[in-house]
């Protein structure tokens, strides 16, 4: 629970070995901006119109050096990690924290909720674009028609093998990737020694000249540069399965350093003319006998990189279940030992399909480039833009601090915003899509459920007038557990089975799962428990937005209060509502239409809460809305 505004609960931090954490972080949280090296430079000098001079070359460098320190190391590393929800990050924690915790407030519930959109579809680009490119450093040994082939076969087996979890495979993770950030360091290093004069470009007055001095070029070339910090928001996103100190010390530590020389190593082989116009420098580095090696090292750190994005979706996915913002999917927790390590099929198959068709539609890196950079950017401003907040209300700044602050950080990402806007409509335009459609799917869902639940307090009366009036009914024998959204109302299940049925059990449980706007709940503040007389219970189960919910467990939890269940003889009533629109829904008739099919398709409450299935009644009903 939080024990101060934007504190963490020391029993919710992340505990093991720090040297082990800090390995899982290297394999979990950099695979995206990791394998960045293989094509943001080559996308930076394509976009320059492929020339190749020193100047130009020089100037990249400088932009890539300085976007990875702002952006990166200050930005995100520095500053942002410190704006945890109970130590979990991502932009749905950050959301819950400023726009649910303190009072709903729909403006940042919104910009939670595109920030979350934008990054699914970045989700599915992020495979695609990173195996090709790891492959197509293949060209001299295997013809450039079978790089494609080969990267949708090993796209369709990361997907594929998902079901089974990444348990064991997941170890292999820390290991594979610190190699892979030794040998891109070790292989910069090698560059830069024949050409030491690349370092000048760590004077930012390199990259300024080349940004300034080029026009809409040097704009042009600043969408590519970004590409180099892609990976940026992963490090926020995934702090909760390491905690910030393991990602710091592994990025300042290996991470940046082996980024930089790789980059300072990739421009020293362009300035000395190396690079033929379709070649890309990432590759040039490596000795000829060692190119093969160095692909199937690359390929295996792509691999992790998409194991990793779809992992952090499917972990995405649960968050925005709890908060309301998603149907109730089913989810398959593949391993006993992390609670990270979950599956969500719907999302897998759906994440696959996009992936697939972006690769075959783009066919190349260097096309899927131009769709990349516009998710990422647009979700980093949103995160500067609430950002802002938590400066203010979280770690209570002065406003002058908060704007000057958060007006760079909002300043630099408008830029690349900007940037990465001029290669839209040459498929940018593809993810701006996806994150429109989402978007719009999302608020449709978390819209149409406050109208829902609004319509049902009208169809039924205060709980404890219900107690008074049937309190001479006669009873049956056992207990009824019935799902509700409000503990003070009597629950629509309840009245129907009493006017229908005619039936009033002798034990009756209204049960009420809240999810908090926290990451977890301690067991110990689990469970509330209130007898209401005449055998009437009402019971709070309270889970963080990272946890699931589970009823039969939570029963069992209840004999420690005098409260005993055995489960053969305990029935569990929940409400299966069918959605009908009204002639003048104020949803209007697309949205309405849509909740209906959302609401349909919905995983049922008594899978998603874990509850018996022979043990369920449910009972139908009607709403217009």
Not at 16 to 36: E, H, K, P, Q, R
Request: proline residues 4%; contains cysteine; glycine residues 10%.
């Amino acid at each position: 629970m939080t024990t101060a505004a934007g504190a963490t609960d020391p029993t919710t931090r992340p505990r093991g070995n720090f040297a082990v954490m800090a390995l899982g972080a290297l394999g979990v949280v950099y695979g995206d901006i990791g394998t960045s090296p293989l094509y943001t430079f080559k996308a930076a000098l394509e976009w320059a119109g492929g020339e190749a001079t020193a100047a130009v070359a020089l100037g990249m460098l400088s932009l890539i050096v300085w976007t990875l320190v702002i952006t990166t190391s200050i930005k995100y590393v520095a500053i942002v990690m410190r704006a945890d929800n109970d130590g979990e990050g991502g932009i749905l924690a950050l959301m819950s924290l400023l726009g649910l915790r303190y009072g709903e407030r729909t403006a940042v519930i919104a910009i939670g909720i595109l920030g979350a959109a934008l990054l699914y579809g970045h989700s599915a680009i992020t495979p695609a674009i990173s195996v090709l490119s790891a492959l197509e450093g293949l060209k001299t040994p295997l013809p450039a028609p079978y790089v494609l082939p080969l990267s949708i076969v090993i796209l369709i087996a990361v997907f594929g093998l998902q079901p089974q979890g990444t348990a064991r495979i997941g170890r292999l993770f820390g290991p594979v990737m610190t190699l892979w950030f030794v040998t891109i360091g070790v292989l910069g290093l090698v560059g830069v020694a024949r050409h030491p004069a690349v370092l000048a470009a760590l004077d930012p007055r390199y990259g300024l000249d080349y940004l300034f001095g080029h026009g809409l070029t040097g704009l042009l070339v600043l969408g590519g540069v970004f590409l180099c910090a892609t990976g940026a928001e992963a490090l926020y996103a995934d702090m909760g399965h390491f905690g910030p100190r393991p990602i710091r010390v592994a990025w300042y530590g290996l991470v940046l350093p082996s980024l930089l020389m790789n980059y300072a190593g990739q421009t020293a082989v362009v300035v000395d003319g190396e690079v033929a116009a379709d070649a890309n420098p990432f590759f040039v580095l490596c000795p000829t006998a060692l190119q093969l090696p160095l692909v199937a090292l690359a390929t295996a750190a792509t691999i992790i990189a998409s194991q990793a994005i779809i992992s952090g979706t499917f972990s995405m996915t649960r968050q925005a279940i709890q908060l309301g913002l998603c149907p109730r999917l089913h989810i398959t927790q593949t391993s006993s030992e992390g609670y990270g390590q979950i599956y969500v099929g719907f999302v897998n198959w759906t994440l696959m399909v996009l992936t697939l068709g972006l690769a075959v539609s783009f066919r190349s890196s260097a096309n899927l480039a131009a769709t990349f950079g516009i998710a990422v950017a647009l979700t980093m401003l949103l995160t500067s833009l609430l950002m802002f907040l938590a400066m203010r209300e979280v770690w209570g700044w002065s406003l002058l601090a908060s704007v000057l602050v958060a007006g760079v950080f909002v300043i630099v990402d408008f830029a690349f915003v900007a940037a990465n806007t001029m290669k839209v409509l040459e498929g940018g335009w593809v993810l701006l899509v996806v994150g429109a459609t989402l978007f719009f799917a999302m608020s449709t869902w978390r819209q149409g459920r406050t109208a829902l639940a609004k319509k049902l307090e009208r169809d039924t009366l205060p709980l404890h007038d219900f107690i008074a009036q049937v309190h001479t009914k006669a009873r049956v024998a056992g207990t009824a557990v019935y799902m509700t959204s409000r503990t003070d109302m009597v629950p629509v299940p309840l009245l129907h089975n009493l006017k229908h049925n005619k039936v009033l059990h002798q034990r009756i449980v209204l049960l009420h799962v809240i999810t908090e706007n926290i990451p977890r709940v301690r067991l110990e503040k689990r469970l509330e428990l209130v007898h209401l007389g005449d055998n009437f219970h009402s019971m709070i189960a309270h889970y963080g937005f990272m946890q699931q919910p589970n009823v039969p467990r939570l029963l069992e939890r209840c004999s420690t209060q005098d409260l005993h269940f055995n489960m053969m003889d305990t029935s569990f009533f929940v409400g299966r509502v069918k959605i009908v629109p009204e002639r003048k829904s104020r949803l209007g008739a697309i949205r309405c239409k849509l909740f209906e099919a959302m609401h349909r398709n919905a995983l049922a409450a008594t899978e998603f809460f874990r509850i018996p299935p022979n043990r369920v009644i449910e009972l139908g009903g009607q709403v217009e809305i």
